[in-house]
């Protein structure tokens, strides 16, 4: 009989780390923050929840601390590509653990296939520890792609606090635009709400808003700047995403293999059904435009 499950473990309370917690703690469901040692202190949970600092290349104190906790249910928000043998670790503490499922660090835009350019270097680098390395370990995972954090647009193009927009290519091409805040919420609520034997193996495409950068750019009367690449900090980092974004993988439907949109659980925002009556927040309201 498959039942939903009730325990969970968060690695990692940071950006997306945190709003997690929060809204498993807003469900009423036990969830523990496990968070490197020193940097506990700098985190303000809500009550009940139980922070735990750990070294997160220990492998077996991970393993007693989900054990000893009940923990079903392994969600990773460390960064992928930086800490490969922490998120492996985490990975061999929750197969020895005994848990049911496990959430990679993947969160953004779609890897699935990729094998190619900066998204498919991402993918060798990162699948090694979380999709591929769960595989081979039998622990059922579960991928959620929300495109680009609506967050991190200025981040990324420069804009609002510049009239101009960066963009990368022709900026025509669709982006998924999701707030972590509906990313954690959506997280949280079909991890409690799903039976257990709809979640293992599957990938859940959700979007909150649907636009090209070309278009963003003519709905707030910005200026754009087309650029080859990114200079100053991160430059490198923002050009790859730029880059992903113009080849199509910005968008949560969208299938590397055949280059088109997916279509029917395949296309983006396809997921979003699954939470009824919610309302996704758009990108003038998140960057107060």
Same mark, same amino acid.
């Given at each position: 009989?498959?039942t939903?499950?009730?325990s969970?473990a968060v690695?990692g309370g940071?950006?997306?780390?945190l709003?997690?917690?929060e809204e498993?703690?807003r469900?009423?469901v036990?969830?523990?923050?496990f968070?490197r040692?020193?940097?506990?202190?700098?985190?303000?949970v809500? !009550?009940g /929840?139980?922070?735990?600092?750990?070294?997160f290349?220990?492998? @077996?104190? =991970?393993?007693?601390a989900?054990q000893? #906790?009940?923990v079903?249910?392994v969600?990773?928000t460390i960064?992928?590509?930086?800490?490969?043998?922490?998120?492996?670790a985490?990975?061999?503490?929750a197969?020895?653990?005994?848990v049911k499922?496990?959430?990679?660090a993947?969160?953004g835009?779609?890897?699935?296939g990729?094998?190619?350019?900066?998204?498919?270097?991402?993918?060798?680098?990162?699948?090694?520890?979380?999709?591929?390395y769960?595989?081979?370990?039998?622990?059922?995972?579960?991928q959620?792609y929300n495109?680009?954090?609506?967050?991190?647009i200025?981040?990324?193009?420069?804009?609002?606090?510049?009239?101009?927009?960066?963009?990368?290519?022709?900026?025509?091409?669709?982006?998924s635009?999701?707030?972590?805040?509906d990313?954690?919420g959506?997280? !949280?609520? /079909?991890?409690?709400?799903?039976?257990s034997?709809?979640?293992g @193996?599957r =990938?859940?495409?959700?979007?909150?808003? #649907?636009?090209s950068l070309?278009?963003?750019?003519?709905?707030?009367?910005?200026?754009?700047?087309?650029v080859?690449?990114?200079?100053?900090?991160?430059?490198?980092?923002?050009t790859?995403?730029?880059?992903?974004?113009d080849?199509?993988s910005?968008?949560?439907?969208w299938?590397?293999?055949?280059?088109?949109e997916?279509t029917?659980?395949?296309?983006a925002?396809?997921?979003?059904l699954?939470?009824?009556?919610?309302q996704?927040?758009?990108?003038?309201?998140?960057?107060?435009l």
């Open positions: 009989m498959s939903t499950y009730t969970f690695f940071g950006r997306v780390g709003p997690i917690v498993f703690a469900r009423q036990s969830v523990v923050l968070s040692p020193g940097s506990a202190t700098k985190k303000t809500p !009550a /929840v139980e922070i735990v600092e750990l070294d290349s220990d492998v @077996n104190k =991970i393993s007693a989900l000893q #906790r009940g079903q249910v969600l990773s960064g992928v590509a930086a800490a490969v043998s922490q998120n492996k985490i990975v061999d503490a197969k020895l653990a005994g499922l496990f959430v990679p993947e969160y835009l779609t890897t699935e990729q094998t190619e350019g900066p998204l498919g270097d991402k993918r060798e680098v990162a699948g090694k520890c979380s999709i591929d769960l595989k081979a370990t039998g622990i059922p995972a579960v959620f495109g680009l954090f609506i967050e991190f200025p981040w990324l193009t420069g804009f609002p606090e510049d009239p101009k927009m960066r963009v990368i290519g022709k900026g025509e091409t669709p982006i635009f999701t707030a972590i805040i990313v954690a959506f997280v !949280a609520h /079909v991890l409690t709400t799903l039976p034997a709809e979640l @193996n =990938i859940f495409r959700i979007e909150g808003e #649907r636009a070309k278009e963003l750019a003519k709905r707030f009367n910005a200026t754009v700047e087309y080859d690449r990114v200079q100053g900090e991160m430059g490198e980092v923002k790859v995403i730029g880059v992903a974004l080849s199509g910005g968008s949560t439907g299938d590397v293999v055949n280059k088109r997916g029917g659980v395949d296309a925002g396809s997921a979003n699954l939470w009824p009556g919610h996704w927040k758009t990108i003038k309201e998140v960057l107060n």
